[in-house]
Every structure is written in C-alpha cells, then in structure tokens.
C-alpha cells in the first residue's frame, strides 16, 4: 500500500483539479449510458462532446489517468475502468499503485460532495 502521502497528495490535486472532474463526470454519465443501453445505434453515433479542457490539463499523464479511473470506478463504468487501467498499465503503472488509487476514491469522492455542499 502507497504512503499516506502519497494518497493525501492525489486527493488534494483532485480537489484542485475539481472542474475538469466535473467534465470527466459528464463525459461518463454519457458514456455510461451508451454502455448501458441496449440501443446499438447510441454507439456507433459521435459523442460530440466539448472536451478541450481535459485535452489541455496540464497534468501528468499518468496522474490523470488515476483521476479518470477514480471518476470511472465511482460511476460503475466497467468499458471506462478497463480502458483507463488499460492506459496505465501500458504506461508502467503497477496494480499495487491502480489499487491504492481505487482505495482512496471514496475518500476523494467525499471531499468533492463537501466542497458541492460548501460552493453551493
């Protein structure tokens, strides 16, 4: 299991990075749906979504790669879980690091639902 440090410190960047989550969580649900649905038409049409943001974070990769597993996992998303832990897994992330991320996600989930609490 990684430090505490380590773990405190992906969930404060988290928080920072609070907007584009905000994005990746729109991106899901829409993704989800697809997935979910039994309309085969839903995934052969462009989602058409305006990801700019995401596309120009500024961040690690690797880093946001967690946050899009982490933003995965929470939304049950099982196509997103495995193409996200796909990614991190072909840029040399270990299970141990994946599963530390997994792990503290409901933690990092928590703080966003305070600070929607708090900002609203």
Not at 48 to 77: K, T, Y
Request: proline letters at 3%; aromatic letters at 10%; hydrophobic letters at 50%.
């Amino acid at each position: 299991m990684l430090p505490f440090v380590f773990r405190l410190r992906l969930a404060l960047k988290l928080v920072f990075r609070f907007a584009v989550l905000k994005r990746l969580v729109l991106r899901f649900i829409f993704y989800r749906f697809r997935h979910l649905s039994s309309t085969k038409k839903y995934g052969t049409v462009p989602a058409r979504l305006r990801m700019q943001v995401i596309r120009s974070h500024g961040s690690d990769p690797v880093d946001f790669e967690l946050w899009c597993l982490a933003v995965s996992a929470i939304n049950g998303c099982g196509v997103c879980v495995d193409s996200h832990e796909k990614a991190l897994r072909e840029k040399g992330v270990g299970e141990e690091t994946i599963l530390a991320a997994v792990r503290t996600t409901p933690v990092i989930h928590a703080l966003a639902a305070v600070m929607d609490a708090v900002t609203v």
